[in-house]
Every structure is written in C-alpha cells, then in structure tokens.
C-alpha cells in the first residue's frame, strides 16, 4: 500500500541527547514536511524539502536538522539545542509544495 | 510570510444540525490552494476538501462544502447534517509551496 510511515510511534529521550525520526513515503512525492503539533494547538512547520539535496526552514527551525539524501526519505534529527522537545510531530509530503499533503500518523516524543 | 487565522477555537453542534467554521489567510500570491483537514482522536491527519485559488466555484465533498471568498481571503467549511463521528479538530491550510495550517477548531458533534 502506497503510504507515508513515521518510525517510531512512541519515542522517549533523555536530556541532552539527539534523537532522529524517521520518515519515508513511497507515493513518489517530490515535497516533504515535518511539523510540530503541541497539546491542543495547530501545526507549526519545522523544515520542508522540495526535491533530494535541497531543504528550507520554516517557522520553527532552531533546535531542528534534517536531510534529504532520498526522494523517499526526510528523516529529523531533535538536537540537544530544541530546549522543550516534548510533543506530537507529524511527516507529510505532497506531490508539489503547492498540492496537499498525505500524512503520516506521527512521533509522540516525550523528554525524560 | 502567510498567515491562516481560524477565530474560533470551539464549536459545538447538535447532530443533524450545521455548522460553518471560519478561516482567513493572507498571501501576495495569486496562484495556491487551500484545504481543511480533520483531526479525530487518534490524531491522524485527514484531508476533507481542497480548494483551488484559481477556479471561482466553491469546492463540494458530500456533506462538506466551503464558502470561498478569494478577494476577502476567506475560506469558511460548512459541514451540513453533521454526524456524531465529525467530532475533531479541523485545520484550514493554505499552500503557495509552503504548507501552513491555522490554529485549529475543536468542534463536537452533541447527540
């Protein structure tokens, strides 16, 4: 089944420490996205990509890193820097940036 | 930078009953699209209708419609006979290559 698949569900990091989720999408899609959901607010765009070798920041970039060595993979890497880590994050990705988007079903971090 | 406001957080409406949910957005583009997602408990992210910028006829899906008002930048979800499994938080989004989502509505269907 054609989808996108966030890994893991459920992720617990201790302070100080990098975490890496993971995203891959097998829809062929050339955008991706990764956002920031915090306990009954919206989603806040972290970084976006729209084709392999080549990513922006959104609103919320500081603390953040990704890549997009493959089409089919946009993983992002929670740095010691992101000061309050603990939240909902959800993987997109569009066949255009200007197109919707498919979700995945999201990364529940929780700092320890 | 775009910006998508959605003005009330909650709204609560009796089953078969109806219920319009307001966005707003500001853009210099003249070329994007907008949707409204669903958000269930489970927090899976659902795509209920899209809208075009460029076509003037307002986007119907079943018992979702939106009013589109494109010199207004207004874009408002009515969900007509709404059921009790419509019970969510909805998302206006608004893409011209960058994807941002408003604040959210929490809206509960009463049976």
């Known amino acids: 089944d054609g989808g996108i698949t966030q890994s893991p569900k459920y992720l617990f990091r201790k302070e100080g420490q990098n975490v890496t989720l993971s995203c891959e999408q097998n829809?062929?899609?050339?955008?991706m996205y990764w956002y920031r959901q915090d306990p009954g607010q919206g989603l806040r765009l972290i970084y976006y990509?729209?084709?392999?070798?080549?990513?922006q920041k959104g609103d919320i970039a500081e603390g953040y890193s990704v890549s997009r060595e493959k089409k089919e993979s946009f993983p992002l890497t929670v740095t010691s820097a992101q000061k309050n880590p603990t939240a909902f994050y959800l993987c997109?990705?569009?066949?255009?940036?200007?197109?919707?988007?498919?979700f995945g079903q999201g990364t529940r971090l929780t700092v320890v | 930078a775009q910006t998508v406001t959605q003005s009330q957080p909650e709204m609560s409406v009796q089953e078969a009953e109806t219920v319009t949910l307001s966005c707003t957005y500001d853009?210099?583009?003249?070329?994007?699209?907008l949707f409204w997602y669903k958000q269930p408990p489970s927090r899976q992210m659902i795509l209920v209708i899209r809208?075009?910028?460029?076509?003037?006829q307002n986007a119907t899906e079943n018992r979702f419609s939106v009013n589109f008002q494109k010199a207004a930048k207004s874009f408002s979800l009515k969900i007509s006979d709404s059921q009790l499994g419509d019970t969510a938080m909805y998302f206006c989004?608004?893409?011209?290559?960058?994807?941002?989502f408003g604040a959210g509505t929490t809206v509960t269907v009463r049976a």
């Open positions: 829809l062929n899609h050339d955008a």
């Open positions: 853009t210099s583009e003249n070329n994007y699209y």
């Open positions: 990509s729209q084709i392999v070798n080549d990513f």
């Open positions: 997109a990705s569009s066949a255009a940036l200007n197109t919707e988007a498919f």
């Open positions: 809208q075009e910028a460029y076509k003037q």
């Open positions: 989004a608004f893409n011209d290559y960058k994807l941002s």
